[in-house]
């Protein structure tokens, strides 16, 4: 079969390229042995700048001889996953490889049968396409493969003894301490490859033992049994032992087993087939199972053992989380507080980036004050040279649980010599925080001596914080320095003493430091000065300012900076009039910024007439694919779109995207006049009374918001 397929596959291809394949070792394979091969992709490395290839390989499947489930040309052999758990195919990214990859071929073939096999690597030819500003692969037309040499495998039935034994093996090795990497790591891979293989009792008991030990690998093999109904129950049973490490995973390939034993199979691919009422029932029975085994888990959190404890909390907590945000209105479960008291307990026994991990999952997750003493406890641990991850997200997760406990910690942070705070922190404190400016002042001058600790930290705190009480002190510190940029100390003369702002600003004639003035002063501060410094630069002929000061203008400026933007992006559209071509080649990104700028500027309204506009000056593809799909945006009712998390909020409106706050979004929904329609969609934590404070706003400022 293959020797035919190849022959009508040359005629096809008119030339083979070089694909090959081989066996690592050359030797009979005993029934559900791994089976290891060398492949040698036909890749063209991307290279960043250089044109893409007008043709490129992808990787077609195996086929096999005699076929079984799969095998042949019309349904070639690929990548068969009960779960999807671990997606990393090393035939992905065939097409850039080419240096040759080691892969696991049971990954690929179904279950072989003891017998004489041939089986050989396709190849699928790809042509690129461009449409528009976007390019992509697809497949020649008509189709043109490249087939592989043909490799032999002998398959021979697999003893008891010898299965055992192979069973015994893997669980030595997964038994042991985790490597770092290297050839124990890879060991360590193939040893759990090969336990999944053996679908029968011992090799299911054995795979739960090692867990958490390559879980995906042997919940995969769990999840793919012929017999789900004994794994079913095994692993039900299992998931009150002492030492059963149950994680998400876990659970997850629990239910997907069941499913597989007490539901019909699925309904086939199809259009609409998401819509078939056979999926809200699997829906509603994964999730009654899926209940009724968190309630079986926290009932024996008393009795876990160790790693198996902790293992079982994380997963009951990620549990609450799950409905909170996918099930808002399912009631909390009743073992929630237990789960706290379990993990105080457990808290102090924990340790590395497992300590930082837990804690802060239970902090997002409960918001409870008594959990801040051991976020404060982690903040108390830091010494000079270690990480700074640990302080620093116990910080964030403090100021959801306790913001006044927070804000009183940055201020005292900031009063240390050495700390593990930096100047992202100070967003969490409120404009009004009062401070000892001496002190600051003091802690600045001690940062800038040789050895300082975090000179920026306290420039940035001066700058937003600092009063005019310390400005002659400031003056003094910021003409002491041999650095002439200064962009933090900048910004506290914008706020403070214009004047003098104006006067340095006007002595800066370095690039690097006007770059930075208008990259790094204005989200401290920005001012009529500041504001027309940076407007100045529009003018330039240097390509680098002109973009950097378009870009600050549309997210800091004032409505005022709009009409200079405007005439440098109609002057652009003027200067490259009827040079499409050439200004393709070197000015898209420049025009970008300023349509960027004025469609999308923070602090004024770009209204759907005035993109029209800006489409119908755009000299370039960029430009004006850009400008119509902020024509999208506008479609009536407008969409708001809240994507929140207990670690972030962004949020979209119209063509403004990167909102980051409740308060900016309500500030660029006051742009809008009045009678305008929107539509309210909130993702995530988004919750009822952030939707709510939307809708009693947008009833103040005569939106409709629905």
């Given amino acids: 079969m293959l020797r035919l397929v190849l022959a009508v596959l040359c005629l096809a291809a ?21 089976i290891l091969a060398e492949v040698q992709p036909l890749g063209q490395p991307f290279v960043a700048g250089r044109p893409l290839a007008k043709e490129r390989w992808q990787y077609g499947g195996f086929l096999l001889d ?21 997606k990393s195919d090393p035939m992905l990214g065939f097409g850039d490889a080419t240096a040759p990859r080691i892969v696991c071929l049971n990954h690929y073939l179904p279950p072989l049968m003891p017998g004489h096999y041939r089986l050989a690597l396709l190849a699928r030819k790809l042509v690129l396409t461009r449409q528009g500003l976007r390019s992509s692969y697809g497949s020649a037309d008509p189709p043109r493969y490249s087939l592989s040499n043909a490799v032999e495998v002998e398959i021979v039935p697999a003893s008891d003894a010898w299965v055992k034994q192979a069973i015994a093996a893997s669980t030595a ?51 793919a049994s012929h017999e789900p109904a004994h794994v079913c129950e095994l692993m039900r049973t299992a998931i009150a032992a002492p030492a059963q490490a149950v994680s998400s995973y876990y659970l997850y390939a629990f239910t997907q087993t069941c499913a597989k034993a007490d539901l019909p199979p699925p309904p086939a691919p199809g259009p609409n087939v998401e819509k078939d009422p056979y999926w809200e029932l699997r829906r509603a029975y994964e ?48 073992w ?5 008291d379990e993990f105080k307990k457990v808290y102090p026994l924990l340790d590395g980036w497992r300590r930082r991990q837990m804690l802060s999952l239970f902090a997002t997750t409960y918001r409870s004050p008594d959990l801040a003493p051991l976020l404060e406890s982690e903040m108390d641990a830091w010494k000079p040279g270690a990480y700074y991850e640990g302080p620093r997200g116990a910080l964030y997760d403090l100021n959801l649980i306790d913001p006044v406990a927070a804000q009183a910690r940055i201020v005292t942070e900031l009063g240390r010599e ?39 930290l306290r420039t940035t705190a001066l700058a937003k914080f600092g009063a005019s009480l310390t400005l002659p002190r400031v003056k003094a510190i910021f003409e002491s320095q041999s650095e002439q940029c200064q962009p933090e100390l900048m910004a506290y003369f914008i706020r403070i003493d214009p004047a003098y702002a104006q006067q340095a600003l006007a002595r800066s004639a370095d690039q690097r430091c006007i770059l930075q003035y208008m990259q790094r002063t204005p989200p401290l501060a920005m001012g009529p000065v500041l504001e027309q410094y940076i407007t100045s630069f529009l003018g330039s002929g240097d390509v680098a300012l002109k973009m950097e000061a378009a870009h600050s203008l549309g997210r800091y400026g004032s409505p005022a900076a709009a009409e200079p933007l405007w005439k440098a992006f109609r002057y652009f559209n003027a200067y490259w009039k009827n040079r499409q071509a050439e200004v393709a080649e070197s000015g898209d990104v420049e025009e970008s910024m300023y349509r960027n700028a004025l469609a999308r500027g923070q602090n ?69 006049p009045k009678g305008t329609e929107f539509r309210l969609a909130g993702y995530g934590a988004a919750n009822d009374a952030v939707l709510q404070r939307l809708r009693d706003f947008g009833s103040k400022k005569g939106l409709l918001i629905r």
């Fill in 418 to 456: 050495k700390t593990w705070l930096d100047d992202h922190a100070l967003a969490l404190l409120p404009p009004q925080t009062h401070f000892n400016d001496g002190a600051l002042v003091e802690a600045l001058a001690a940062a800038l001596r040789p050895g300082g600790w975090d000179p920026q």
């Fill in 66 to 86: 005699p076929p079984r489930k799969c095998g042949s040309l019309a349904t070639p052999c690929f990548q068969s996953m009960a779960l999807w758990f671990d």
């Fill in 604 to 672: 004024w309204l770009t209204t759907e007439a005035t993109l029209h506009t800006i489409e119908s000056l755009c000299s370039t593809d960029r430009c004006r694919y850009d400008t119509q799909d902020d024509l999208r945006g506008w479609q009536s009712p407008l969409k708001i779109q809240i994507d929140s998390s207990p670690n972030g909020f962004r949020c979209q409106v119209a063509q403004y995207s990167g909102i980051e706050t409740l308060e900016a979004l309500e500030g660029k929904l006051s742009q809008f």
């Fill in 287 to 334: 999730q009654r199972l899926t209940s009724k085994a968190c309630d079986i888990l926290a009932s024996s959190l008393a009795s876990k053992q160790n790693s198996a404890k902790v293992a079982a909390l994380e997963t009951l907590v990620n549990r609450v989380q799950h409905l909170r945000m996918n099930e808002p209105t399912a009631s909390i479960p009743s």
């Fill in 173 to 223: 090795v997964l038994s042991s301490p985790p490597p770092d990497g290297g050839p124990e790591y890879d060991r360590r891979k193939l040893a759990a490859e090969q336990l999944r293989q053996f679908d029968r009792p011992e090799a299911w008991r054995a795979s739960l033992a090692m867990m958490p030990a390559e879980e995906y690998t042997l919940l995969e093999g769990l999840a």
């Fill in 14 to 34: 008119g030339a083979m390229a070089q694909v090959s394949i081989r066996l690592l070792e050359d030797r009979r394979y005993h029934e559900g042995e791994l």
């Fill in 336 to 340: 929630l507080p237990a789960t706290k």
